[in-house]
């Protein structure tokens, strides 16, 4: 992790490719956190421990675990469109976050310090979970026939 990296509890807010709006900004970067997540999605699923060096893996497990949510909603979509209506507005749902009831992996992930850290935490997972599943289904539907494809 670099150094200057911001911290939101003990996540990492990192940069990231996107046109959502909120905290995190990745203008020039070739590829971000929601590139890796998704490129090592089906190893790190298998993982029954996995060690936590830094924040950003944090943040790494995080857009992990959306993966499996979005991929779950993703399987009753028969077209693209009806995908991206789905991954909007499971994005925009009001979601917990770490130190409230409902966040799966409370014994991990530390509460915002403050009310500007906690607005500052939604926004980037919103923004997280905006971009990953825009990027999902660029991944799970076909081009040519906007079917669900393996």
């Given at each position: 992790?670099?150094?200057?990296?911001?911290?939101?509890?003990?996540?990492?807010?990192?940069?990231?490719?996107?046109?959502?709006?909120?905290?995190?900004?990745?203008?020039?970067?070739?590829?971000?956190?929601?590139?890796?997540?998704?490129?090592?999605?089906?190893?790190?699923?298998?993982?029954?421990?996995?060690?936590?060096?830094?924040?950003?893996?944090?943040?790494?497990?995080?857009?992990?675990?959306?993966?499996?949510?979005?991929?779950?909603?993703?399987?009753?979509?028969?077209?693209?469109?009806?995908?991206e209506?789905?991954?909007y507005?499971?994005?925009?749902?009001?979601?917990?976050?770490?130190g409230?009831?409902?966040f799966?992996?409370n014994?991990?992930y530390?509460?915002?310090?403050?009310?500007?850290?906690?607005?500052?935490?939604?926004?980037?997972?919103?923004?997280i979970?905006?971009?990953?599943?825009?990027?999902?289904?660029?991944?799970?539907?076909?081009?040519?026939?906007?079917?669900?494809?393996?």
């Amino acid at each position: 992790m670099v150094p200057e990296t911001r911290l939101v509890g003990n996540m990492a807010l990192l940069p990231l490719k996107t046109q959502f709006k909120g905290p995190a900004r990745g203008d020039g970067i070739e590829s971000d956190i929601i590139d890796e997540a998704i490129y090592y999605f089906k190893a790190n699923v298998f993982f029954k421990n996995y060690e936590i060096k830094n924040e950003a893996d944090r943040t790494l497990i995080y857009v992990t675990l959306y993966i499996s949510e979005c991929l779950k909603r993703l399987q009753k979509c028969s077209s693209r469109n009806q995908g991206e209506k789905e991954m909007y507005t499971l994005g925009i749902t009001n979601f917990p976050i770490p130190g409230e009831p409902g966040f799966p992996l409370n014994a991990m992930y530390v509460k915002p310090a403050n009310k500007q850290e906690d607005e500052t935490m939604r926004a980037y997972l919103q923004q997280i979970r905006q971009e990953t599943g825009l990027r999902l289904c660029d991944r799970v539907f076909d081009p040519q026939t906007d079917k669900p494809s393996k």
